[in-house]
């Protein structure tokens, strides 16, 4: 489909009325949206600072197998973990490894995983 044909397609979904239920539908929703803005707002920063602090620890746990001189079929061998998972844990900047994962790997480099649970404020 061209994108012209595209445009078209959209102009005549935008064309049609909406009916009296449709618009209080809507109305509702943007309320709702406008008034939970700053808690999905919040909650997606806490994600996103979760998923960096992930990284991080995938990334300290890379420098550290390095840094042994250790390979990733060491790892495997001594963590039990697939050598192409370990690698895709590497390099997969979405990777979402469990916490048993990141104890297993941690474990095989001879280093430990710690968690702390502190206040967020």
Not at 5 to 10: E, L
């Amino acid at each position: 489909m061209t994108s012209q044909a595209n445009r078209a397609t959209v102009r005549t979904r935008v064309k049609r009325r909406l009916t009296a239920a449709e618009v209080k539908r809507h109305h509702r929703i943007m309320k709702d949206v406008v008034r939970e803005k700053d808690a999905i707002v919040a909650r997606g920063r806490s994600l996103l600072a979760a998923h960096d602090r992930l990284q991080l620890a995938l990334q300290t746990l890379k420098a550290k197998r390095q840094e042994r001189g250790l390979s990733l079929t060491d790892v495997q061998r001594l963590s039990g973990i697939d050598r192409a998972r370990l690698s895709r844990l590497e390099s997969d900047p979405h990777a979402n490894p469990t916490i048993e994962t990141l104890n297993r790997i941690a474990h095989a480099l001879g280093v430990e995983v710690r968690v702390a649970i502190v206040d967020s404020r």
